[in-house]
């Protein structure tokens, strides 16, 4: 059973910045999502190795890495500059494909909540 728990979430004024991180062993297509309270779950950016894809909204100020160690990864999503607007639950999910569709991704994380105050 693949688990996948985020970490880095919080409370951060606006103009700064979080580092969100999920270890996800094993996993080759690793994407991070996020959900605003009434929204949909929202694609922001996914990593596999050599290749990374970012929602055209999220261009700019998010940045996803990942880093290997011997049969671990930790796929890393940094937010700079964050607005009230970036306020919502990240989650860390993974699938067999790079996609930008919650739908295709098997497992994810619980979740990691970021507030950002005006």
């Known amino acids: 059973q693949v688990q996948l728990v985020e970490s880095g979430g919080g409370l951060v004024q606006a103009g700064g910045s979080l580092r969100l991180s999920c270890p996800a062993s094993?996993?080759?297509?690793v994407g991070w999502f996020r959900q605003a309270p009434g929204k949909e779950r929202e694609f922001v950016a996914n990593?596999?190795?050599?290749?990374?894809?970012?929602a055209e909204s999220m261009k700019g100020r998010f940045t996803i890495s990942a880093k290997l160690a011997k049969n671990t990864v930790t796929v890393n999503l940094q937010i700079n500059n964050l607005i009230p607007e970036d306020t919502a639950v990240y989650y860390c999910?993974?699938?067999?494909?790079?996609?930008?569709?919650?739908?295709?991704?098997?497992?994810w994380g619980p979740g990691t909540q970021v507030t950002v105050s005006s």
């Open positions: 990593w596999s190795r050599g290749s990374t894809l970012y």
């Open positions: 094993g996993r080759t297509f």
């Open positions: 999910a993974a699938a067999q494909s790079m996609s930008v569709v919650a739908t295709d991704y098997n497992y």
